[in-house]
């Protein structure tokens, strides 16, 4: 019985931050800049966490992960489907570990 009560509780202290922001969200209005700012959020979070794994992806060589990332971000800029974008920077990549 103490288990199932301590599952419940951690299943309502891991849901609950996660749905509540979505109720309060809906009936708060922010200004101009503020709304900004949260839409750059996702792109700093993808950028944190992209951009340290492109320069150690070959250690002592950093510049096979920055022209991986550059071709994909060439690519990625003119809209090419995300598989392209991923075969091309991972066969750049490749290509400048073999020289």
Partial sequence: MT?????????L????P???PVFIMDHLQFPGWVNKWLKAIPY???GALIVPGIFTVEPGAPVV?????????VIAYFRGHIMIV??????AAFIIQRF
């Fill in 86 to 91: 991923i075969i091309a920077a991972i066969a």
């Fill in 44 to 46: 700093a979070a993808l």
């Fill in 18 to 20: 996660r749905v509540l």
């Fill in 65 to 73: 992960g920055v022209i991986g990332g550059l071709v994909a971000a």
């Fill in 3 to 11: 288990l199932t009560l301590i599952i419940i509780a951690m299943a």
């Fill in 13 to 16: 202290v891991t849901y609950l």
